[in-house]
Each structure stands twice: as structure tokens, then as C-alpha cells.
């Protein structure tokens, strides 16, 4: 109708003339003239009708349970009060969730009578990044090129590049628009049978329904819970997986020359701290250079080692009878392994900084805190490790967790 068009197009300039045309295009069929011009009335995309279409799907079954003599007519009226200068089709997907919770609990009048609280609330509803479900992995392959083995069958291999894809889910596990807020993404490894790092960007922010990850490392072989989230929320996704060593993966705990060399340096510590522990000591210890002798004639056997040994930064010279000197930081063990007094992402705050509550549960001092917190920082600096390459960025994010965890436990 004339009246109609009019109403349609009032207020609409150049620039914005094929919204309402092309949301009326969309809006259900079903719909009468007079609804669909005021669902899509100053419409800049289709995105009302989107809303309309999904509405009138999920709602039509159970506003008619409320409601025998509800018509065509009056379940299109309710979708333009809905979807009227949606955004997105969040307000559909939430009236349905909420109206499928009441179906079955009151009809006829009262029912009705509710309806009108839930589109009221449902009408302003915008999608809330809440979950992740996993939408595909990759291994890259020898040269970079992605991995083609079928995904059930691929294996992940230490050293070599992750890729993955989440879809991000709203609080009505729907898909995320391209519109939602964006929500900071994180992954990490919980507690792993054999230690271990995951190297590359760990945190990043979700675009709409994705979240990607890209470049992700395993340090070394080993068997590791993978855990997505979302922001401080509990692991959305965790997938366990068994990593595969790298073939020239010499000094981790699953290459021939770890297992053969570090029991005879001298080691980070393991064991939890007790009483007579030299806490400061130790870890300045840990983060200085020291000297181990590789005595004959088991010095023969590490010359295999060597070059790798020298890549990773170690010092090698010769000593007496055959004896071979090595110069290297103990701490360099715990990077490569996972085990020992180093922080790791499952930790809590107090453990990542080497502390626990007292046998009566009392918190340790601030003081106290903030000497662990300076004593390992200067342990784990990355300035301190540029002179170790493949070490520095397992340093970096050693000390990103004791900072981030100090951050907190001084807020508290």
C-alpha cells in the first residue's frame, strides 16, 4: 500500500535507501505489509528480518501451547515487537530459550501475560561471548605446508607449529556475530605427565564466532591437557594429547642427549621447599653460570652431544685426562623439562611464586611476597637469558606468570 511505502521510507537518505527494501525482501513471508514496513522501518540491513526469520521458526510452536486461538496475525506482532531494530538475532534465540522454559508450566492468560516480560527483556539481549567448541587443527608439516593427513590421524610433534580454530559461543550457544564483544581467549597446558612448555601467543582476542591460535609449540614430547578458555572462566575445551618428540630435539627430557647429560650437571631443584631450604641461595645459584665436569671416559660419549649443546649456549672446554668442563645455568634444565621450582600456567598464584599458606592457613606476609617475587624476577628476566636464544622465550613466560600472579596477590 501507498501508506505503507511512505511509512517505510520516511527518514531514509541515500545512502541507507536499500536497508528497509532489502529486510522487507527477507522479513517471513508469512508476516502481514503492515508488520514487516514496521519491523524494517529505518533498517540499515537485514539483519531485523534475520531476527524475524529465526523468531518466527523457534516461537510459532510454543506461543501456540500458551494459546490455541493464537493466529498468524498475532505471533507476527509479537516478532515485530521482538526483532524491531535488532542488531542481531540474539533476541530471537533468547525469547526461545526463555519461552521453552515456561511452555510447559502456565498457558492461556497468565502465559500470555508473562510473554510480554520475556520480549521486553529479550529484545535488548546482545550475544555474550560465554563458550568454545574446537572447529578444526592443523599440523604444519616438514616446510611449512599444512599438514593433509585426515584429522582423526595426525600427529602432533614437539617443535613444530599448532594451528587452531575455535567457534565462540554466546550465552544461548549460538554462534557469536560479527558484531559481539570481543572476548580475550587463552590457552595452556594443565598439569602434564612429563612437564613441558607451550611456547608461541597464548592469549588472544575472538572476532565474532572465531578465535584462532596460531603458531603454537610443544618445547618437547610428552603427554598434555590443552585447555581453552575464556578469559577467567573455566576451561571451555581441553583436548589431551600424546606430542611426538622432535626428531633433533637433543637436550629435552625425551632426547638421547637430555637423558644421557643433565643427571650430571647440576640440577634445578625439584622437591617442594621445607624447612632448612635456602630458598634465596638456591635460586640465585640456579641463575648463574656454574661449572660441571663430564669426567672420562664418559666425556667421549657426550662429544655427540656437543654441537647442540653449544647452539643452546653451554660452554665446553676441555679439562684434564680427557675431562671435559661445562659452563650452563641449572636453571636451563627446568626450562627444557617443565620440572623443578618453575611456574607453570595450572599453578595458583601463591605456588607460581614458590609459596604456600601455613599449616593454620594463614597467607603469607606482603613482604614476603614481594622478596620471592623480586628474587625470582630476577631469575627469570628474559634480559638475563638473551644470551641463550631457545631458552629466552621460556623465560619470558616464566616470568609473565610470577608477574601476573604478584599482580594479583597485591591486589588482594
Avoid at 535488532?86 to 497468565?110: N, W
Avoid at 623439562?337 to 605456588?351: N, Q, V
Avoid at 624476577?377 to 621460556?394: G, K, T
Wanted: with cysteine; charged share 20%; hydrophobic share 40%.
Amino acid at each position: 500500500h501507498e501508506s505503507d511505502v511512505a511509512v517505510l521510507c520516511r527518514g531514509v537518505t541515500k545512502d541507507t535507501s536499500s536497508g528497509p527494501i532489502a529486510c522487507v525482501a527477507a522479513a517471513p513471508f508469512s508476516m502481514t505489509s503492515p508488520q514487516k514496513v514496521k519491523l524494517c522501518a529505518l533498517a540499515d540491513s537485514t539483519t531485523p528480518a534475520d531476527c524475524a526469520v529465526v523468531a518466527h521458526e523457534k516461537l510459532r510452536t510454543p506461543l501456540r501451547l500458551y494459546s490455541a486461538s493464537l493466529g498468524s496475525d498475532t505471533l507476527g506482532d509479537v516478532v515485530v515487537d521482538l526483532c524491531s531494530g535488532a542488531v542481531s538475532r540474539t533476541p530471537a534465540f533468547c525469547a526461545a530459550h526463555h519461552i521453552r522454559d515456561l511452555v510447559y508450566q502456565k498457558r492461556g492468560m497468565e502465559a500470555m501475560a508473562q510473554l510480554s516480560d520475556v520480549i521486553k527483556r529479550c529484545r535488548v539481549a546482545k550475544p555474550e561471548p560465554t563458550s568454545l567448541v574446537m572447529h578444526r587443527w592443523w599440523m604444519e608439516a616438514e616446510g611449512g605446508a599444512e599438514d593433509d593427513t585426515p584429522e582423526h590421524r595426525r600427529a602432533i610433534i614437539a617443535k613444530r607449529n599448532l594451528h587452531v580454530l575455535l567457534t565462540v559461543l554466546d550465552q544461548f550457544q549460538q554462534p557469536c556475530a560479527y558484531s559481539s564483544p570481543t572476548a580475550e581467549v587463552r590457552v595452556s597446558t594443565g598439569s602434564p605427565m612429563n612437564g613441558g612448555v607451550l611456547e608461541g601467543i597464548t592469549r588472544n582476542v575472538s572476532v565474532g564466532d572465531r578465535a584462532e591460535f596460531h603458531f603454537l609449540r610443544f618445547a618437547h614430547g610428552g603427554a598434555f591437557d590443552i585447555r581453552f578458555t575464556i578469559a577467567d572462566s573455566p576451561p571451555a575445551v581441553t583436548m589431551r594429547v600424546e606430542v611426538a618428540p622432535a626428531v633433533d630435539e637433543g637436550m629435552g627430557p625425551s632426547g638421547e642427549c637430555g637423558k644421557m647429560l643433565y643427571p650430571f650437571l647440576s640440577s634445578f631443584p625439584s622437591a617442594e621447599p621445607n624447612a632448612s631450604f635456602d630458598f634465596d641461595n638456591t635460586i640465585r645459584a640456579a641463575g648463574e653460570e656454574q661449572v660441571s665436569v663430564l669426567a672420562w671416559p664418559f666425556s667421549v660419549y657426550s662429544l655427540l652431544c656437543m654441537k647442540r649443546m653449544e647452539e643452546l649456549g653451554f660452554s665446553i672446554f676441555p679439562g684434564w685426562r680427557g675431562d671435559l668442563w661445562v659452563r650452563y645455568r641449572p636453571a636451563m634444565e627446568a626450562l627444557e623439562t617443565g620440572e623443578g621450582m618453575i611456574p607453570a600456567e595450572h599453578m595458583g598464584d601463591l605456588e607460581r611464586l614458590s609459596l604456600s599458606s601455613s599449616s593454620d592457613h594463614r597467607h603469607p606476609s606482603h613482604e614476603l611476597i614481594r622478596q620471592r617475587y623480586h628474587r625470582l624476577s630476577l631469575l627469570w628476566h628474559p634480559d638475563r637469558w638473551a644470551q641463550y636464544p631457545e631458552f629466552q622465550p621460556l623465560a619470558q613466560k616464566a616470568f609473565e606468570l610470577i608477574s601476573e600472579s604478584y599482580k594479583s596477590l597485591s591486589v588482594d
